[in-house]
Protein backbone atom coordinates (compact mmCIF):
# COMPACT_ATOMS: atom_id res chain seq x y z
CA UNK A 1 0.00 0.00 0.00
CA UNK A 2 1.28 3.29 -0.94
CA UNK A 3 0.58 6.79 -0.61
CA UNK A 4 -0.20 9.09 -3.56
CA UNK A 5 1.66 7.65 -6.41
CA UNK A 6 5.30 9.32 -5.92
CA UNK A 7 5.50 11.55 -9.11
CA UNK A 8 9.37 11.57 -9.41
CA UNK A 9 9.06 7.55 -9.55
CA UNK A 10 8.00 6.13 -12.73
CA UNK A 11 9.82 8.43 -15.62
CA UNK A 12 7.57 6.16 -18.19
CA UNK A 13 4.94 7.91 -17.11
CA UNK A 14 6.59 11.67 -15.93
CA UNK A 15 8.79 12.49 -18.61
CA UNK A 16 7.38 10.56 -21.77
CA UNK A 17 5.39 12.30 -24.24
CA UNK A 18 2.34 10.48 -25.23
CA UNK A 19 0.09 10.50 -27.99
CA UNK A 20 -3.42 8.81 -29.09
CA UNK A 21 -6.54 9.78 -31.33
CA UNK A 22 -9.01 11.56 -28.84
CA UNK A 23 -11.97 10.80 -31.34
CA UNK A 24 -13.48 7.78 -32.56
CA UNK A 25 -11.79 5.19 -34.91
CA UNK A 26 -13.04 5.41 -38.32
CA UNK A 27 -13.89 7.99 -41.00
CA UNK A 28 -15.32 11.16 -39.36
CA UNK A 29 -15.48 14.86 -40.67
CA UNK A 30 -12.76 15.67 -38.34
CA UNK A 31 -9.91 13.21 -35.95
CA UNK A 32 -8.58 15.23 -32.97
CA UNK A 33 -4.81 13.68 -31.61
CA UNK A 34 -3.63 14.07 -28.46
CA UNK A 35 0.05 15.14 -27.51
CA UNK A 36 0.53 15.27 -23.66
CA UNK A 37 3.47 15.82 -21.89
CA UNK A 38 7.07 17.65 -21.42
CA UNK A 39 7.69 17.46 -25.04
CA UNK A 40 4.32 18.19 -26.63
CA UNK A 41 4.60 21.12 -28.21
CA UNK A 42 8.35 20.70 -29.52
CA UNK A 43 7.24 17.42 -30.74
CA UNK A 44 4.04 18.86 -32.52
CA UNK A 45 6.27 21.78 -33.79
CA UNK A 46 8.77 19.54 -35.57
CA UNK A 47 6.43 18.59 -37.92
CA UNK A 48 4.02 21.63 -38.23
CA UNK A 49 4.28 24.37 -40.99
CA UNK A 50 2.63 27.31 -39.74
CA UNK A 51 3.55 29.66 -36.43
CA UNK A 52 6.49 28.46 -34.29
CA UNK A 53 4.12 26.57 -31.59
CA UNK A 54 6.70 26.88 -28.90
CA UNK A 55 5.93 30.49 -29.00
CA UNK A 56 2.49 30.53 -28.79
CA UNK A 57 0.36 31.99 -25.48
CA UNK A 58 -1.78 28.74 -23.61
CA UNK A 59 -5.02 27.93 -25.07
CA UNK A 60 -4.25 29.24 -28.94
CA UNK A 61 -5.70 27.26 -31.89
CA UNK A 62 -3.31 27.57 -35.06
CA UNK A 63 -3.69 26.70 -38.84
CA UNK A 64 -1.20 25.02 -40.50
CA UNK A 65 0.29 21.84 -42.45
CA UNK A 66 1.85 18.71 -40.99
CA UNK A 67 4.87 17.66 -42.90
CA UNK A 68 6.72 14.64 -43.64
CA UNK A 69 9.32 15.54 -45.07
CA UNK A 70 8.55 17.15 -48.37
CA UNK A 71 5.34 15.50 -47.82
CA UNK A 72 1.78 17.28 -46.53
CA UNK A 73 0.06 15.06 -44.49
CA UNK A 74 -3.12 17.05 -43.74
CA UNK A 75 -4.11 20.84 -43.11
CA UNK A 76 -4.39 20.81 -39.33
CA UNK A 77 -5.37 22.94 -36.48
CA UNK A 78 -3.50 22.80 -33.47
CA UNK A 79 -4.57 23.99 -30.61
CA UNK A 80 -1.57 24.45 -27.87
CA UNK A 81 -2.02 24.20 -23.69
CA UNK A 82 0.70 24.93 -21.74
CA UNK A 83 1.89 23.13 -18.26
CA UNK A 84 -0.15 23.46 -15.85
CA UNK A 85 -3.32 24.89 -17.47
CA UNK A 86 -4.52 21.51 -19.17
CA UNK A 87 -6.11 18.50 -18.81
CA UNK A 88 -3.25 16.35 -17.96
CA UNK A 89 -1.60 19.42 -16.15
CA UNK A 90 1.09 18.78 -18.50
CA UNK A 91 1.89 20.38 -22.05
CA UNK A 92 -0.64 19.59 -24.24
CA UNK A 93 -1.39 19.65 -27.87
CA UNK A 94 -4.40 18.67 -29.47
CA UNK A 95 -4.02 18.68 -33.68
CA UNK A 96 -7.04 18.47 -35.55
CA UNK A 97 -6.86 16.75 -39.08
CA UNK A 98 -9.38 15.47 -41.31
CA UNK A 99 -11.15 12.52 -40.55
CA UNK A 100 -9.06 9.82 -42.48
CA UNK A 101 -7.81 6.84 -40.71
CA UNK A 102 -4.54 7.11 -43.34
CA UNK A 103 -3.82 10.85 -42.27
CA UNK A 104 -4.64 10.00 -38.60
CA UNK A 105 -2.21 7.06 -38.65
CA UNK A 106 0.55 8.59 -40.10
CA UNK A 107 0.47 11.90 -38.26
CA UNK A 108 0.90 9.78 -34.99
CA UNK A 109 3.04 7.26 -36.45
CA UNK A 110 5.00 10.90 -37.08
CA UNK A 111 4.83 11.55 -34.02
CA UNK A 112 6.19 8.39 -32.59
CA UNK A 113 8.65 8.97 -34.78
CA UNK A 114 9.67 12.51 -33.16
CA UNK A 115 9.93 11.32 -29.86
CA UNK A 116 6.35 10.49 -28.73
CA UNK A 117 5.07 7.01 -27.52
CA UNK A 118 1.77 6.15 -27.97
CA UNK A 119 -0.58 6.37 -24.60
CA UNK A 120 -2.26 3.02 -22.75
CA UNK A 121 -5.56 3.28 -21.70
CA UNK A 122 -6.51 5.98 -20.04
CA UNK A 123 -3.43 7.18 -19.42
CA UNK A 124 -3.51 11.11 -19.81
CA UNK A 125 -6.98 11.01 -17.72
CA UNK A 126 -3.95 8.86 -15.32
CA UNK A 127 -1.49 11.79 -15.41
CA UNK A 128 -4.29 14.36 -14.94
CA UNK A 129 -5.06 12.09 -11.33
CA UNK A 130 -1.69 11.49 -10.53
CA UNK A 131 -0.68 15.23 -11.65
CA UNK A 132 -3.80 16.55 -8.78
CA UNK A 133 -5.91 18.13 -11.52
CA UNK A 134 -8.63 15.15 -10.52
CA UNK A 135 -9.17 12.90 -7.48
CA UNK A 136 -10.08 9.34 -8.29
CA UNK A 137 -13.52 9.86 -7.72
CA UNK A 138 -13.69 11.96 -10.72
CA UNK A 139 -11.32 10.38 -12.99
CA UNK A 140 -13.66 7.38 -12.50
CA UNK A 141 -16.38 9.97 -13.23
CA UNK A 142 -14.77 10.87 -16.54
CA UNK A 143 -15.30 7.03 -17.56
CA UNK A 144 -18.71 7.05 -16.42
CA UNK A 145 -19.58 10.49 -18.22
CA UNK A 146 -18.16 8.57 -21.40
CA UNK A 147 -20.13 5.95 -21.06
CA UNK A 148 -23.83 7.64 -20.00
CA UNK A 149 -26.31 6.98 -22.47
CA UNK A 150 -29.51 8.54 -20.55
CA UNK A 151 -30.26 11.86 -19.04
CA UNK A 152 -29.67 10.20 -15.47
CA UNK A 153 -26.85 8.70 -15.81
CA UNK A 154 -25.22 11.74 -17.00
CA UNK A 155 -26.24 14.23 -14.89
CA UNK A 156 -24.97 11.55 -12.05
CA UNK A 157 -21.34 11.20 -13.76
CA UNK A 158 -21.61 15.06 -13.78
CA UNK A 159 -21.79 15.10 -10.13
CA UNK A 160 -19.20 13.10 -9.64
CA UNK A 161 -16.94 14.83 -11.59
CA UNK A 162 -17.82 18.21 -9.74
CA UNK A 163 -16.55 16.61 -6.63
CA UNK A 164 -19.75 15.11 -5.73
CA UNK A 165 -19.28 13.42 -2.26
CA UNK A 166 -15.95 13.18 -2.47
CA UNK A 167 -15.80 16.98 -1.25
CA UNK A 168 -17.84 16.04 1.49
CA UNK A 169 -15.83 12.61 2.42
CA UNK A 170 -12.77 15.06 2.41
CA UNK A 171 -13.64 17.15 4.88
CA UNK A 172 -14.78 14.24 7.30
CA UNK A 173 -11.76 12.60 6.54
CA UNK A 174 -9.99 15.77 7.73
CA UNK A 175 -11.59 15.74 11.09
CA UNK A 176 -11.21 12.67 11.90
CA UNK A 177 -7.07 12.70 11.06
CA UNK A 178 -7.02 15.96 13.59
CA UNK A 179 -8.81 12.63 15.90
CA UNK A 180 -6.10 10.31 14.83
CA UNK A 181 -3.30 12.23 15.51
CA UNK A 182 -4.63 13.42 19.09
CA UNK A 183 -4.83 10.02 19.92
CA UNK A 184 -1.41 9.01 18.74
CA UNK A 185 -0.33 11.85 20.81
CA UNK A 186 -1.68 9.87 23.85
CA UNK A 187 0.10 6.94 22.85
CA UNK A 188 3.60 9.27 23.82
CA UNK A 189 2.02 10.11 27.03
CA UNK A 190 0.53 6.49 28.11
CA UNK A 191 2.34 6.34 31.60
CA UNK A 192 0.56 9.56 32.47
CA UNK A 193 -2.74 8.19 31.49
CA UNK A 194 -4.11 11.38 29.89
CA UNK A 195 -6.78 12.20 27.08
CA UNK A 196 -6.20 14.58 24.31
CA UNK A 197 -8.88 13.64 22.48
CA UNK A 198 -12.65 14.24 23.53
CA UNK A 199 -14.14 10.99 23.53
CA UNK A 200 -17.43 12.81 23.28
CA UNK A 201 -16.75 14.71 20.67
CA UNK A 202 -14.81 11.97 18.72
CA UNK A 203 -18.14 9.64 19.09
CA UNK A 204 -20.30 12.68 17.56
CA UNK A 205 -18.23 13.04 15.04
CA UNK A 206 -18.04 9.40 14.28
CA UNK A 207 -21.84 9.26 14.58
CA UNK A 208 -22.12 12.04 11.38
CA UNK A 209 -19.56 10.26 9.73
CA UNK A 210 -21.28 7.33 9.50
CA UNK A 211 -24.74 8.73 9.06
CA UNK A 212 -23.04 10.06 5.83
CA UNK A 213 -21.97 7.33 4.88
CA UNK A 214 -24.84 5.13 5.33
CA UNK A 215 -27.02 7.29 3.23
CA UNK A 216 -24.06 7.22 0.52
CA UNK A 217 -24.18 3.40 0.67
CA UNK A 218 -27.85 3.28 0.73
CA UNK A 219 -28.31 5.62 -2.83
CA UNK A 220 -25.87 2.71 -4.35
CA UNK A 221 -29.06 0.66 -5.11
CA UNK A 222 -30.89 3.99 -7.52
CA UNK A 223 -27.19 4.95 -8.34
CA UNK A 224 -26.56 1.33 -9.83
CA UNK A 225 -29.87 1.57 -11.72
CA UNK A 226 -29.33 4.60 -12.95
CA UNK A 227 -26.21 4.04 -14.45
CA UNK A 228 -26.60 0.59 -15.25
CA UNK A 229 -30.50 0.88 -16.20
CA UNK A 230 -33.64 -0.63 -13.91
CA UNK A 231 -33.86 -4.23 -14.56
CA UNK A 232 -37.58 -4.95 -15.31
CA UNK A 233 -39.45 -8.30 -16.06
CA UNK A 234 -42.51 -8.35 -17.98
CA UNK A 235 -43.81 -11.91 -16.93
CA UNK A 236 -47.70 -13.49 -17.47
CA UNK A 237 -49.72 -16.11 -18.77
CA UNK A 238 -49.52 -16.90 -22.44
CA UNK A 239 -51.38 -14.76 -24.37
CA UNK A 240 -51.71 -12.37 -21.83
CA UNK A 241 -50.34 -9.53 -24.05
CA UNK A 242 -46.89 -9.07 -22.78
CA UNK A 243 -45.10 -8.79 -26.35
CA UNK A 244 -48.20 -6.48 -27.56
CA UNK A 245 -47.35 -4.11 -23.86
CA UNK A 246 -43.97 -4.35 -24.68
CA UNK A 247 -44.27 -2.96 -28.45
CA UNK A 248 -46.60 -0.25 -27.11
CA UNK A 249 -44.29 0.20 -24.12
CA UNK A 250 -41.49 0.65 -26.97
CA UNK A 251 -43.79 2.23 -29.54
CA UNK A 252 -42.32 -0.16 -32.21
CA UNK A 253 -42.89 -3.16 -33.60
CA UNK A 254 -39.71 -5.28 -31.73
CA UNK A 255 -41.18 -8.56 -30.22
CA UNK A 256 -43.18 -10.69 -32.32
CA UNK A 257 -46.55 -10.80 -31.26
CA UNK A 258 -49.00 -14.31 -32.31
CA UNK A 259 -51.70 -16.13 -31.66
CA UNK A 260 -50.30 -19.13 -30.43
CA UNK A 261 -49.79 -19.50 -26.91
CA UNK A 262 -46.21 -19.57 -25.62
CA UNK A 263 -43.89 -18.03 -28.92
CA UNK A 264 -42.59 -15.57 -26.53
CA UNK A 265 -40.24 -18.53 -25.54
CA UNK A 266 -36.97 -16.82 -25.10
CA UNK A 267 -36.29 -13.78 -23.71
CA UNK A 268 -36.06 -10.68 -25.22
CA UNK A 269 -34.52 -7.73 -23.71
CA UNK A 270 -35.55 -3.88 -24.76
CA UNK A 271 -34.50 -0.80 -23.47
CA UNK A 272 -37.43 1.91 -22.51
CA UNK A 273 -36.37 5.51 -21.19
CA UNK A 274 -38.41 6.88 -19.39
CA UNK A 275 -38.05 10.70 -17.60
CA UNK A 276 -33.93 10.14 -18.60
CA UNK A 277 -34.32 6.69 -16.91
CA UNK A 278 -33.21 3.50 -18.45
CA UNK A 279 -35.17 0.65 -17.81
CA UNK A 280 -34.33 -2.82 -19.39
CA UNK A 281 -37.21 -4.86 -20.32
CA UNK A 282 -36.89 -8.53 -20.11
CA UNK A 283 -40.29 -9.83 -21.83
CA UNK A 284 -40.31 -13.47 -20.67
CA UNK A 285 -41.68 -16.63 -21.61
CA UNK A 286 -45.79 -17.33 -20.72
CA UNK A 287 -46.24 -18.25 -16.69
CA UNK A 288 -48.22 -21.68 -16.13
CA UNK A 289 -48.24 -25.09 -15.58
CA UNK A 290 -45.50 -26.32 -18.60
CA UNK A 291 -46.56 -29.31 -20.32
CA UNK A 292 -43.21 -29.60 -22.49
CA UNK A 293 -39.82 -29.33 -21.31
CA UNK A 294 -38.79 -25.93 -23.37
CA UNK A 295 -41.82 -24.53 -21.88
CA UNK A 296 -40.56 -26.33 -18.03
CA UNK A 297 -37.21 -24.29 -18.71
CA UNK A 298 -39.31 -21.25 -20.08
CA UNK A 299 -40.53 -20.68 -16.39
CA UNK A 300 -37.71 -21.59 -14.67
CA UNK A 301 -36.06 -19.14 -16.34
CA UNK A 302 -38.66 -16.57 -15.75
CA UNK A 303 -38.55 -17.21 -12.12
CA UNK A 304 -34.93 -16.67 -12.37
CA UNK A 305 -34.97 -12.96 -13.77
CA UNK A 306 -37.78 -12.20 -11.42
CA UNK A 307 -35.61 -12.46 -8.70
CA UNK A 308 -32.50 -10.67 -10.15
CA UNK A 309 -34.97 -7.85 -11.03
CA UNK A 310 -35.15 -4.33 -9.24
CA UNK A 311 -39.45 -4.27 -10.83
CA UNK A 312 -41.78 -6.94 -12.05
CA UNK A 313 -44.65 -6.12 -14.49
CA UNK A 314 -47.47 -8.81 -14.18
CA UNK A 315 -49.48 -8.49 -17.42
CA UNK A 316 -52.75 -10.28 -17.52
CA UNK A 317 -56.16 -10.46 -19.81
CA UNK A 318 -58.71 -8.88 -17.56
CA UNK A 319 -61.65 -10.23 -19.55
CA UNK A 320 -60.43 -14.28 -19.32
CA UNK A 321 -58.98 -13.81 -15.87
CA UNK A 322 -60.46 -14.80 -12.50
CA UNK A 323 -59.57 -13.19 -9.52
CA UNK A 324 -58.24 -16.77 -8.15
CA UNK A 325 -56.31 -16.84 -11.27
CA UNK A 326 -53.97 -14.00 -10.69
CA UNK A 327 -53.86 -14.67 -6.85
CA UNK A 328 -52.51 -17.84 -8.02
CA UNK A 329 -50.12 -16.46 -10.28
CA UNK A 330 -49.15 -13.49 -7.89
CA UNK A 331 -48.50 -15.90 -5.30
CA UNK A 332 -45.97 -17.88 -7.95
CA UNK A 333 -44.35 -14.69 -8.76
CA UNK A 334 -43.56 -12.59 -5.70
CA UNK A 335 -40.26 -12.57 -4.86
CA UNK A 336 -38.76 -10.20 -1.46
CA UNK A 337 -37.93 -6.97 -2.61
CA UNK A 338 -39.15 -6.69 -5.68
CA UNK A 339 -42.04 -4.46 -6.15
CA UNK A 340 -44.91 -5.52 -8.47
CA UNK A 341 -47.51 -3.90 -10.25
CA UNK A 342 -49.89 -5.91 -11.81
CA UNK A 343 -51.30 -4.75 -15.39
CA UNK A 344 -54.71 -5.70 -16.59
CA UNK A 345 -54.80 -5.55 -19.88
CA UNK A 346 -57.55 -5.44 -22.54
CA UNK A 347 -59.24 -3.61 -20.89
CA UNK A 348 -60.62 -2.76 -24.50
CA UNK A 349 -62.71 -5.94 -24.62
CA UNK A 350 -64.67 -4.89 -21.39
CA UNK A 351 -67.51 -3.27 -21.97
CA UNK A 352 -67.28 -0.12 -19.96
CA UNK A 353 -63.50 -0.57 -19.87
CA UNK A 354 -63.68 -1.38 -16.00
CA UNK A 355 -62.62 -4.29 -14.18
CA UNK A 356 -65.59 -5.93 -12.30
CA UNK A 357 -64.70 -6.23 -9.04
CA UNK A 358 -62.77 -9.10 -7.92
CA UNK A 359 -59.26 -8.83 -8.41
CA UNK A 360 -57.86 -9.00 -4.48
CA UNK A 361 -54.42 -8.05 -4.79
CA UNK A 362 -52.26 -8.15 -1.89
CA UNK A 363 -51.38 -4.40 -0.60
CA UNK A 364 -47.56 -3.96 -2.26
CA UNK A 365 -49.10 -4.69 -5.13
CA UNK A 366 -50.20 -1.60 -7.20
CA UNK A 367 -52.70 -2.68 -9.86
CA UNK A 368 -53.22 -0.74 -13.78
CA UNK A 369 -55.67 -1.05 -16.33
CA UNK A 370 -54.49 -1.13 -20.15
CA UNK A 371 -55.14 -1.67 -23.31
CA UNK A 372 -51.65 -2.88 -24.91
CA UNK A 373 -53.41 -3.16 -28.40
CA UNK A 374 -55.69 0.30 -28.35
CA UNK A 375 -52.80 1.82 -26.80
CA UNK A 376 -54.98 2.49 -23.74
CA UNK A 377 -53.44 3.97 -20.36
CA UNK A 378 -49.36 3.83 -21.56
CA UNK A 379 -48.69 6.78 -20.47
CA UNK A 380 -50.00 6.06 -16.87
CA UNK A 381 -48.04 2.46 -16.94
CA UNK A 382 -44.83 4.67 -17.48
CA UNK A 383 -45.64 6.98 -14.79
CA UNK A 384 -46.65 4.24 -12.71
CA UNK A 385 -43.05 2.27 -13.44
CA UNK A 386 -40.77 5.23 -13.08
CA UNK A 387 -42.26 6.12 -9.91
CA UNK A 388 -42.33 2.55 -8.63
CA UNK A 389 -38.27 2.82 -9.36
CA UNK A 390 -37.07 6.59 -8.18
CA UNK A 391 -40.26 7.79 -6.60
CA UNK A 392 -39.24 9.95 -3.74
CA UNK A 393 -35.73 8.72 -4.58
CA UNK A 394 -34.82 11.75 -7.16
CA UNK A 395 -34.80 14.80 -6.55
CA UNK A 396 -32.05 16.11 -8.98
CA UNK A 397 -29.17 17.41 -6.86
CA UNK A 398 -28.50 14.20 -4.37
CA UNK A 399 -25.16 12.12 -4.23
CA UNK A 400 -25.41 8.74 -5.67
CA UNK A 401 -22.93 6.08 -5.51
CA UNK A 402 -22.46 4.25 -8.76
CA UNK A 403 -19.45 2.53 -8.67
CA UNK A 404 -19.27 -0.93 -7.25
CA UNK A 405 -15.72 0.14 -5.92
CA UNK A 406 -16.96 2.85 -3.58
CA UNK A 407 -19.86 1.20 -2.13
CA UNK A 408 -16.89 -1.69 -1.13
CA UNK A 409 -14.77 0.69 0.32
CA UNK A 410 -17.71 2.64 2.18
CA UNK A 411 -18.80 -0.89 3.78
CA UNK A 412 -15.10 -0.76 5.02
CA UNK A 413 -15.18 2.22 6.44
CA UNK A 414 -18.66 1.92 8.14
CA UNK A 415 -17.23 -1.30 9.57
CA UNK A 416 -14.64 -0.10 11.01
CA UNK A 417 -16.31 3.33 12.62
CA UNK A 418 -18.44 0.64 14.15
CA UNK A 419 -15.57 -0.56 15.84
CA UNK A 420 -14.17 2.77 16.77
CA UNK A 421 -17.78 3.60 18.71
CA UNK A 422 -17.88 0.02 20.23
CA UNK A 423 -14.03 1.35 21.36
CA UNK A 424 -15.54 4.36 22.58
CA UNK A 425 -18.05 2.79 24.33
CA UNK A 426 -16.75 0.06 26.21
CA UNK A 427 -13.05 1.61 26.32
CA UNK A 428 -10.52 0.05 24.83
CA UNK A 429 -6.90 1.26 24.94
CA UNK A 430 -5.92 4.31 22.75
CA UNK A 431 -3.45 2.34 20.64
CA UNK A 432 -6.37 -0.32 19.90
CA UNK A 433 -8.96 3.20 19.03
CA UNK A 434 -6.32 4.52 16.87
CA UNK A 435 -6.15 1.25 14.65
CA UNK A 436 -9.84 1.24 14.47
CA UNK A 437 -10.09 5.29 13.68
CA UNK A 438 -6.62 4.50 10.98
CA UNK A 439 -8.36 1.71 8.92
CA UNK A 440 -12.00 3.84 8.46
CA UNK A 441 -9.34 6.80 7.20
CA UNK A 442 -7.61 4.53 4.97
CA UNK A 443 -10.80 2.74 2.77
CA UNK A 444 -11.65 6.51 3.09
CA UNK A 445 -8.73 7.58 1.32
CA UNK A 446 -9.77 4.58 -1.07
CA UNK A 447 -12.47 6.52 -2.80
CA UNK A 448 -10.39 9.79 -3.69
CA UNK A 449 -7.25 8.28 -4.17
CA UNK A 450 -5.55 9.64 -1.12
CA UNK A 451 -4.40 6.01 -0.76
CA UNK A 452 -3.84 3.75 -3.73
CA UNK A 453 -1.71 0.80 -5.20
CA UNK A 454 -0.69 0.17 -8.21
CA UNK A 455 -2.94 -2.49 -8.83
CA UNK A 456 -6.06 -0.29 -8.23
CA UNK A 457 -4.96 2.25 -10.29
CA UNK A 458 -4.32 0.04 -12.75
CA UNK A 459 -7.78 -1.63 -12.89
CA UNK A 460 -9.31 1.55 -12.81
CA UNK A 461 -7.67 2.71 -15.86
CA UNK A 462 -7.27 -0.10 -17.88
CA UNK A 463 -10.95 -0.12 -18.43
CA UNK A 464 -10.73 3.28 -20.14
CA UNK A 465 -10.72 3.78 -24.07
CA UNK A 466 -7.26 4.95 -25.42
CA UNK A 467 -6.81 8.36 -26.39
CA UNK A 468 -8.78 9.22 -22.54
P1 LIG B 1 -48.06 -12.85 -24.92
O1 LIG B 1 -48.11 -14.30 -25.20
O2 LIG B 1 -48.37 -12.57 -23.51
O3 LIG B 1 -46.79 -12.19 -25.37
O4 LIG B 1 -49.25 -12.19 -25.73
P2 LIG B 1 -49.23 -11.41 -27.13
O5 LIG B 1 -48.72 -10.06 -26.97
O6 LIG B 1 -48.63 -12.30 -28.15
O7 LIG B 1 -50.80 -11.26 -27.37
C1 LIG B 1 -51.63 -12.37 -27.48
C2 LIG B 1 -52.87 -11.96 -28.24
O8 LIG B 1 -53.62 -11.00 -27.48
C3 LIG B 1 -52.57 -11.33 -29.58
O9 LIG B 1 -53.53 -11.76 -30.49
C4 LIG B 1 -52.74 -9.85 -29.30
O10 LIG B 1 -53.15 -9.12 -30.44
C5 LIG B 1 -53.86 -9.86 -28.27
N1 LIG B 1 -53.82 -8.68 -27.44
C6 LIG B 1 -52.75 -8.18 -26.77
N2 LIG B 1 -53.09 -7.08 -26.11
C7 LIG B 1 -54.40 -6.84 -26.35
C8 LIG B 1 -55.31 -5.85 -25.94
O11 LIG B 1 -55.01 -4.89 -25.23
N3 LIG B 1 -56.60 -5.95 -26.38
C9 LIG B 1 -56.97 -6.97 -27.18
N4 LIG B 1 -58.24 -6.98 -27.56
N5 LIG B 1 -56.14 -7.92 -27.59
C10 LIG B 1 -54.86 -7.88 -27.19
Known amino acids: MSQIPDLNKPASTKEETIVALATPNGTGAIGIIRLSGPDAIAIANSVFKGKDLTQQASHTIHFGNIVDGEVVLDEVLASVFIAPKSYTRENVVEISCHGSAYIIESIIKLFIRQGARGAKPGEFTLRAFINGQLDLSQAEAV ?129 LNINGINFRLVDTAGLREATDTIEAIGVQKTLEKISQSALLLYVFDAEAMTGADVALDLENLLHPGVPVVAVANKIDLLSDGKLAAGFNLPAEVELITVSAREKQHIDQLKQVIYNSAVQGKLTGNETLVTNIRHLEALQKTEQALVRVLNGIDNPITSDFLAMDIKQALHYLGEITGSVTTDDLLDNIFSKFCIGK
Open 143 to 271: ADLIASNSKASQQVAMQQLRGGYSNQLKQLRDQLVTFASLIELELDFSEEDVEFANRGQLKQLVVDISKMINQLIQSFELGNAIKHGVNTVIAGRPNAGKSTLLNALLNEDRAIVSHIAGTTRDTIEEI
